[in-house]
């Protein structure tokens, strides 16, 4: 007897889909309707997940609900949901972090004039990204993946009238593209070889051990393919160009999109086909996995960096996303699939809680995003300075009372038992003491020092905004007792073993190993902050290393003369082969007809009219020599009757 | 000296011609009409003509057809009046060289 649940996961999309639908057509003044009928329906998909998730704690493998969408020829097109740990977990996450983004976005959108337009996107993106958690099959995975896309493409151009915010749009919807070019292709050629998508099909799927050996060398290849859509959409390097860019949005839609969510869909998606990444392995190693550990760690420590010299609070946080994100990556790479995704699950909580806190001190200090103009606004905000420092603690890597130490310290773990290379451990070990760093200078520039241009009229933000910071401050640090090594029942949950209790797991050399970086890393950013005035520090120690980090290694003006030059070049020689050479032909037949028709009219005019007119013309003239005998005149009429008459007799009188 | 059948021809041709030099050569629509009338007289002459001087003076077919002839030229004398009279009301003139709009 399988859970209701399991047959109806579809409701948990479509409650979210169908909301939105209805907010659209909802007139522009419903404000209130629509938020509410948005957190509603935001509330419904939370208790169906639960419900979701206290089904697969009872069964843990229910079994795939599959059928057949559509048919070509012999072909069958099936598609369907699964319900697993994996996809459990990803929807309690994604639902309760919307919901308080949603709850976040009423206060932080009050003023604006497009506020229903707003939740009706919220709506639709929850109900894309749910749609990609529960898919069964990559085409119906890909389809979501789309419309997310799509959906992040409308939220972060919301504010059309920004040409900042369009362009930023655009930026990530072309970017996020190409990637998904490769994942397109990579789902092909899996289609091609193995004949079908679905993941689980009762040892039938894509992924199951029978399609998997039929795969042979093309496994790598594909996995790459697909991983391709991943780095996309993950915001991996050298795809990472997006992400940061795409702060353009309104802070809760940063929350929702660039750090809770969407950008995990990427990592999601590598675990969800993990087994072709990891066919034919040899302890644990194998081509695909090697390059996703290599372009993991290079986003991780490139996007730490850069998040150093970065002014503008939101675009820390993105790059503090896009490494964090590296490091996910990176952990699925070494074969550490749980550990990544319980730093995504996490990373989800306390990196929406960062996002919707640093849009609460935008929104305190009027809309200035610069944070060498804040300072000192530990007094005038004290629930977001105390519910930010649970999430800056969490994202460190404090260890003990906040969840992203304990993920963290798991991938480390794992790291360092990777067998090809230790330089990955060792990078990942530098990059949890820049995590401390950056986050401790933004802390310092924000929160401590004098006040500044910014801060002076700074305000707390009301409770509807507020009361999700804390909601997800408990999340981030009551998460943690699931994560501990004492009792690692998520772990296990995810990777399906019994979990027992056992405190002498606590102690290990890795925990004082952490403790000891990111205190390092703390102390590091407070000696050189402390005393931070408005140019930065470490501008005056190094600047030419700090204008390199702070133009983000001028990784987009490479892209701008690189990609986009050959791009603009193509289009120009399109233009100018359109224009000229084929406009040209056509033109040139166009003239021939033209010929013709001109031939053809001239002989018409002169040849045939000219004898038509010809003949008239003689008609005419006798005509009018006999039209002119008529004068009108009865009694010339008459005269000529008798003259006729006359002429008769005589003619009479002559024949007889 | 008895009238012959010649005598009462030349006096016909006579009338004719009179009748046909008034249609031809006055202006004025009516005496145009009574042109028209003399030429008629003329056939009704002729009528009686060939009859007194025929094979068979004894049936009046000749008178016959006279007296036809002389009634049927009275209605159209009369429809021939009217038309004068509704041509004069149009034009405002009975001046026959006036009326040319048949003109060619």
Same mark, same amino acid.
């Given at each position: 007897m399988t859970p209701w649940i399991v047959a109806n996961l579809w409701l948990i999309p479509a409650v979210p889909l169908a909301v939105s639908l209805v907010i659209l057509s909802?007139?522009?003044?419903r404000r209130k309707g629509a938020a509410a009928l948005a957190i509603a329906g935001q509330v419904a998909a939370l208790a169906l997940a639960i419900a979701a998730f206290v089904a697969t704690l009872q069964a843990p493998n229910c079994p795939p609900h599959n059928f057949t969408w559509f048919t070509f020829g012999e072909n069958a097109v099936r598609i369907g949901w699964v319900l697993d740990p994996l996809a459990a977990v990803m929807l309690v996450m994604i639902t309760l972090v919307s919901l308080c983004i949603f709850i976040f976005s009423v206060g932080y959108m009050a003023?604006?004039?497009?506020f229903t337009r707003f939740f009706a996107y919220l709506s639709f993106f929850s109900a894309a990204m749910l749609g990609v958690v529960i898919a069964n099959s990559l085409l119906l995975l890909f389809v979501c993946w789309e419309l997310v896309g799509l959906a992040s493409y409308l939220l972060i151009g919301?504010?059309?009238?920004?040409p900042s915010a369009a362009a930023a749009a655009k930026k990530a919807f072309i970017t996020t593209r190409v990637g998904d070019l490769g994942f397109f292709l990579g789902m092909l050629w899996l289609y091609g070889k193995s004949?079908?998508?679905?993941?689980?099909?009762?040892?039938?799927?894509?992924?199951?051990?029978a399609a998997l050996l039929s795969l042979g060398a093309s496994a790598t290849s594909i996995a790459l393919l697909i991983f391709s859509g991943a780095v996309g959409k993950s915001g991996q390097?050298?795809? /990472?160009?997006?992400l940061p860019d795409?702060?353009?949005?309104?802070t809760p839609v940063s929350a929702l999109i /660039?750090?809770?969510t969407m950008v995990a869909a990427g990592v999601f998606l590598v675990a969800r086909v993990y087994p072709l990444f990891s066919l034919g392995a040899i302890a644990g190693v194998t081509p695909s996995l090697t390059v996703v550990v290599w372009i993991g760690v290079t986003t991780a420590l490139m996007s730490a960096l850069i998040a150093l010299a970065q002014a503008d609070v939101k675009r820390i946080l993105a790059y503090s996303t896009v490494s964090q994100l590296g490091l996910m990556m990176v952990s699925l790479g070494v074969g550490g699939v749980a550990a990544g995704i319980m730093h995504l699950i996490a990373h989800g909580f306390f990196k929406a809680l960062l996002f919707l806190g640093a849009g609460s001190v935008i929104h305190g200090c009027h809309e200035?995003?610069?944070?060498?103009?804040?300072?000192?606004?530990r007094g005038l905000m004290p629930l977001t300075f105390l519910t930010y420092s649970v999430g800056m603690m969490a994202l460190s890597g404090?260890?003990?009372?906040?969840?992203g130490a304990w993920t963290k310290e798991e991938i480390l773990h794992a790291t360092a038992q990777?067998?090809?290379?230790?330089v990955p451990h060792g990078l990942m070990l530098a990059g949890v003491v820049l995590t401390a760093l950056y986050m401790t200078r933004q802390m310092i520039y924000v929160f401590f020092g004098p006040r500044r241009a910014a801060s002076a009229r700074a305000h707390e933000s009301p409770p509807v905004m507020s009361m999700p910071l804390i909601v997800l401050a408990i999340c981030a640090i009551g998460f943690s007792v699931v994560l501990?090594?004492?009792?690692?029942w998520l772990f296990a949950y995810l990777s399906g073993e019994h979990v027992k209790f056992d405190?002498?797991?606590?102690?290990?050399?890795m925990l004082f190993l952490s403790l000891a970086l990111v205190a390092a890393g703390i102390a590091l950013g407070i000696a050189i902050y /402390?005393?931070?005035?408005?140019?930065?520090p470490l501008e005056q120690m190094q600047p030419a290393l700090f204008r390199f980090l702070q133009n983000r290694m001028w990784l987009d003006e490479f892209y701008d003369r690189t990609v986009i030059i050959f791009s603009w070049t193509a289009a120009r020689v399109s233009d100018w082969l359109d224009r000229y050479f084929w406009d040209g032909l056509v033109r040139a037949f166009a003239g021939i007809g033209q010929l013709f028709g001109a031939l053809t009219t001239s002989l018409d005019e002169h040849g045939i009219n000219a004898g038509v007119d010809e003949a008239t013309a003689n008609t005419r003239g006798l005509g009018s020599l006999i039209s002119a005998? /008529?004068?009108?005149?009865i009694q010339t009429y008459l005269g000529a009757v008798a003259l006729g008459m006359l002429a008769l007799l005589i003619l009479y009188a002559w024949l007889t | 000296m008895t009238p012959t059948l010649t005598s009462f021809l030349a006096v016909s041709a006579a009338l004719f011609c009179t009748g046909l030099l008034a249609a031809l050569s006055r202006r004025h629509a009516i005496f145009i009409l009574i042109g028209i009338e003399l030429m008629l007289a003329a056939a009704n002459l002729n009528f009686v003509a060939f009859w007194r001087f025929?094979?068979?003076?004894?049936?009046?077919t000749g008178v016959m057809v006279a007296i036809f002839s002389i009634a049927i030229a009275a209605a159209e004398a009369a429809v021939g009046l009217a038309l004068v009279i509704a041509v004069y009301r149009h034009y405002r003139t009975t001046s026959v060289d006036k009326l040319d709009q048949l003109k060619g």
């Open positions: 909802l007139a522009n003044s003023t604006d004039k497009s919301f504010w059309i009238h920004k004949g079908t998508l679905l993941f689980y099909d009762n040892g039938h799927g894509c992924i199951e051990n390097f050298p795809l /990472h160009v997006w795409a702060m353009e949005g309104p /660039h750090a809770a200035e995003q610069d944070i060498r103009k804040m300072g000192g606004l404090v260890p003990l009372f906040f969840s990777w067998p090809a290379s230790r501990t090594p004492a009792w690692p405190l002498s797991r606590l102690i290990q050399p /402390h005393k931070a005035g408005e140019t930065d005998k /008529h004068s009108g005149q | 025929g094979p068979e003076p004894q049936q009046i």
